[in-house]
T-cell receptor, first 110, second 111 residues
Framework: KQEVTQIPAALSVPEGENLVLNCSFT??????LQWFRQDPGKGLTSLLL?????REQTSGRLNASLDKSSGRSTLYIAASQPGDSATYLC?????????FGAGTTVTVRA | DGGITQSPKYLFRKEGQNVTLSCEQN?????MYWYRQDPGQGLRLIYY???????QKGDIAEGYSVSREKKESFPLTVTSAQKNPTAFYLC??????????FGDGTRLSIL
């Protein structure tokens, strides 16, 4: 059974600092790894998807890396802004099923 | 504008009552999913359906039931057998290995 872990559970940084969010998974036989953003009381918004054959994906200030052999993915957010405050979840896709981490709650202080 | 619509946004259940959460998508996706989210935990899979008239149990299916009579619709019933139903319920759909799309969720509470 796939187990996904996100550390730390919470993070508070001053505006402008770069963010580094970690995700680890136990079963490396994944199809892809996805990063989502969740605002309070809302559903999930997809940020980045990395296919198993890829090493990284970039979108604007966001960059996600994937190391299947070590079971790790990292989400980098450059030059953080107060609007980046949210919970970030990673999820690993095996066959039909996405397995989620518990998330990292980020607070960016103005 | 394509997306997933969940209703209602808030729902209250009395003891011994079954309640049904609605999920409708206009993305033409074959696969649909129901998740439960509790504070401080990741999403847990309740049921999923990869095609009309077919669905499978996820990790925490006990006390829940679903149907998939139409491609667009995947309602979830929380039965009286589910003893701890208070949670945030999220519906999602997916096309192949593309990103999953999520609805805005239904928050279920006990009266």
């Amino acid at each position: 059974k796939q187990e996904v872990t996100q550390i730390p559970a919470a993070l508070s940084v001053p505006e402008g600092e770069n963010l580094v969010l970690n995700c680890s998974f136990t079963d490396s036989a994944i199809y892809n790894l996805q990063w989502f953003r969740q605002d309070p009381g809302k559903g999930l918004t997809s940020l980045l998807l990395i296919q198993s054959s890829q090493r990284e994906q970039t979108s604007g200030r966001l960059n996600a890396s994937l190391d299947k052999s070590s079971g790790r993915s990292t989400l980098y957010i450059a030059a953080s802004q107060p609007g980046d405050s949210a919970t970030y979840l990673c999820a690993a896709l095996n066959d039909y099923k996405l397995s989620f981490g518990a998330g990292t709650t980020v607070t960016v202080r103005a | 504008d394509g997306g997933i619509t969940q209703s209602p946004k808030y729902l209250f259940r009395k003891e011994g009552q079954n309640v049904t959460l609605s999920c409708e998508q206009n993305l033409n996706h074959d696969a649909m999913y129901w998740y439960r989210q509790d504070p401080g935990q990741g999403l847990r899979l309740i049921y999923y359906s990869q095609i009309v008239n077919d669905f499978q149990k996820g990790d925490i299916a006990e006390g829940y039931s679903v149907s998939r009579e139409k491609k667009e619709s995947f309602p979830l019933t929380v039965t009286s057998a589910q003893k701890n139903p208070t949670a945030f319920y999220l519906c999602a759909s997916r096309d192949g290995d593309l990103p999953q799309h999520f609805g805005d969720g239904t928050r279920l509470s006990i009266l």
